[in-house]
């Protein structure tokens, strides 16, 4: 099983490839923050979504041996001129779908919480004019995930049936797994 951080990336990877489809050329994993020369190179790969780590913020106890850890997650959108689509509405255009798009998702993970659209932030990072022309947004936010393995991982199950009689005593039940 993929530890949870890699997990998450990984799946917020997919999510958007699913999303975007044909419209990107690519959509991977990065290290982080970029260079000029790096910029270039990705340039070749445009319209890119290149999703990154940016930290994780200090743990909330969740009272079962578990936290929950807000990490700063990082989308950089790479753009270039490509036949008649201009780099600058091209990248715009895929910053506002990614806004749109990233409040509530929880990528199909249930250690994951969903994005909150307040915690969104999108800047023009880069433009360059020199070949054909590269630009490159960023955009961040932050999602909590819970950490850890729960002191509870082991139970049988995680609600225990509680029988009862109702006003003309019948058997009235509550409850979930029984285990």
Known sequence: MTDPLNGLLDAVVAGLK???????RQCKRHAGRFDAAELERHGADAPAILVAPLGIGPGAEAGDGTADHTLRLGAFVVATDRGRADRDVLAAGLVGTLITHLPGQVWGRDDT???????????????????????????EWRQAIRLGTSNFADWPGTLATVAARGPGDEAVRWGGVDG
């Not at 699913?18 to 990107?24: C, Q, R, S, T, V």
């Not at 023009?124 to 054909?132: F, H």
Request: charged share 15%.
């Open 113 to 139: 919480h969903p994005v909150e659209a307040r915690t969104l932030r999108a800047q023009n990072l880069y433009a360059s004019t020199r070949g054909r022309g590269v630009v490159l947004w960023g955009l």
């Open 18 to 24: 699913a999303h975007f489809g044909a419209g990107l």
